[in-house]
């Protein structure tokens, strides 16, 4: 099954792939390059396309804080305030706790420590049963395992990430993740690239798609006011 990405272009893109409805479903995936190339705009679209079409999502912020990511989302006309209220955004920030002012604990926004793996996959499970209420079928975003990698050993890292990965797929959920290309060692690259279904890069210039049913692709894509942005693409 397949769902709408809510990146413009990207469906249509995967459909000349054989993925007819768009974004495949109940995967993981994950979106990886250098900086500042769009990989965190992404995560906004897909997960505010998904609660648009009523499907929750559990987000998991580990570079910016709550505040930070509701102005940032603004600045492309993505308002979070109703989905909130609405329950449909289920928010765990591991990072505020250490870098600024936390926001006060809520039904559907908690705090969690980027350098305690273990609070974190706790708070994790506990979101994801709140979610799953909300329906079987939900998005769920890491942005981005480069801070966690800052903070903790790389293999506790990768333990904790293939636990994450599980419970979220048997749950039911889309996932996507996070990573800056070049943090980590290149064995440990290797494996984070290996426990996904779907391997995204950017570059800037280009996306580059790769899934496990052997598609590869590349596209062509703009970061505009209104988010990313995808032209002209070929299957390799």
């Known amino acids: ?14 459909a000349s792939a054989g993925f007819t409805d768009g974004f495949p479903e109940n995967t993981t995936t994950l979106i990886y390059g250098p900086p500042k190339v769009g990989k ?14 009523n499907e929750p999502c559990l987000y998991v912020t580990a ?38 002012v936390p926001i006060e604990n809520t039904s559907t926004y908690t705090l969690s420590k980027i350098n305690d793996p273990t609070d974190l996959m ?15 079928e939900f998005r769920s975003v890491f942005d981005s395992l480069t801070t966690l990698f800052a903070f903790n050993p790389e293999p506790m890292v990768i333990r904790f990430l293939k636990t994450y990965l599980r419970r979220l797929k048997e749950a039911g959920a889309t996932v996507i993740v996070t990573y800056t290309e070049g943090v980590t060692d290149e064995r440990t690259e290797k494996t984070l690239k290996s ?18 049913l052997g598609f590869i692709g590349t596209v062509e ?8 942005v995808l032209g002209k693409g070929e299957i390799l």
Request: hydrophobic share 40%; net charge negative; proline share 1%.
């Open 1 to 14: 099954m397949s769902s709408e990405s809510g990146i413009p272009g990207l469906d249509d893109f995967l």
């Open 40 to 53: 965190s705009i992404f995560c906004y679209q897909f997960a505010y396309h998904g609660m648009s079409i």
């Open 63 to 100: 570079d910016e804080g709550m505040k930070q990511i509701q102005q940032n989302m603004i600045d492309f006309g993505w308002f979070l305030q109703s989905f909130m209220d609405e329950e449909l955004l289920y928010v765990i920030d591991s990072i505020s706790s250490l870098t600024g």
């Open 122 to 136: 706790v708070k994790i499970g506990l979101g994801t049963r709140f979610v799953f209420k909300k329906s079987n």
């Open 195 to 212: 426990i996904v279904d779907n391997l995204i890069m950017f570059d800037g210039n280009y996306m580059t798609y790769k899934s496990n």
């Open 221 to 228: 894509y703009e970061i505009t006011d209104q988010g990313l």
